[in-house]
């Protein structure tokens, strides 16, 4: 079966990744099916997608459950903030959190990975843009906080996140959050939405968070 907004996205990721140098493998696509119901993601599911994204814990506990049962190959990310009252229910739902930004946040999810024996792919979300009303950790405490995600919380962190700012160009922002990566030590990048992901994959990203251009705009 042929999704056309899903053919398109993944056929940009093939082009951006040659074009990088690197193999269309690199990069997983991770659909953004946030406020979309069961009956638009399907056909998503049906043309051979298995990676979503989710910004929050309750609304993917509403419909996931349900077809992961149908698709149990699926593995879903999630890639809003997360409170630390919500981090049972995100460790037990989720394969991977992309928005670690604070210690409490941190603590909950080890407590709640070791308590229930489930490992999970973790991501610190950085603030690239410095932005007050989002979440991330700021830019200049990211060595800090990583370094007590391992040591004091004993947290495998696999890579770095960022939203950059709507109106400004998001390849600085890349650029900032790669090179945090490499002095981490970190090997995984998630950045890039529907208008920028070609430019984020320029830059080293290894996850792409694509909504519209795959299901269309939200109501």
Not at 69 to 85: K, T
Not at 188 to 210: E, K, W
Request: charged share 25%; aromatic share 6%; with cysteine.
């Amino acid at each position: 079966m042929v999704h056309e907004g899903l053919k398109r996205v993944l056929n940009g990721v093939v082009q951006a990744a040659r074009a990088g140098g690197r193999g269309p493998e690199a990069v997983t696509l991770i659909a953004v099916s946030k406020t979309f119901e069961a009956p638009e993601i399907v056909p998503v599911i049906e043309a051979g997608q298995r990676v979503f994204g989710e910004n929050r814990v309750q609304e993917a506990k509403a419909k996931w459950p349900s077809l992961r049962m149908r698709w149990p190959d699926i593995e879903l990310h999630l890639i809003g903030p997360l409170q630390s009252n919500k981090a049972a229910e995100a460790v037990q739902l989720f394969d991977a959190i992309h928005t670690i930004d604070r210690p409490k946040i941190a603590e909950a999810v080890a407590r709640e990975m070791r308590r229930q024996a489930k490992p999970l792919k973790l991501f610190v979300q950085v603030n690239t843009g410095r932005e007050p009303q989002k979440a991330g950790i700021d830019p200049d405490q990211a060595d800090a906080f990583l370094k007590e995600c391992r040591e004091t919380f004993g947290l495998e962190i696999s890579g770095l996140m960022c939203i950059p700012p709507l109106e400004e160009d998001p390849k600085p922002h890349f650029a900032l959050l790669a090179e945090t990566a490499r002095r981490n030590g970190l090997t995984q990048l998630s950045m890039g939405m529907s208008g920028d992901y070609p430019d984020a994959i320029a830059a080293g990203a290894t996850h792409v968070r694509v909504g519209s251009a795959i299901f269309g705009s939200r109501g």
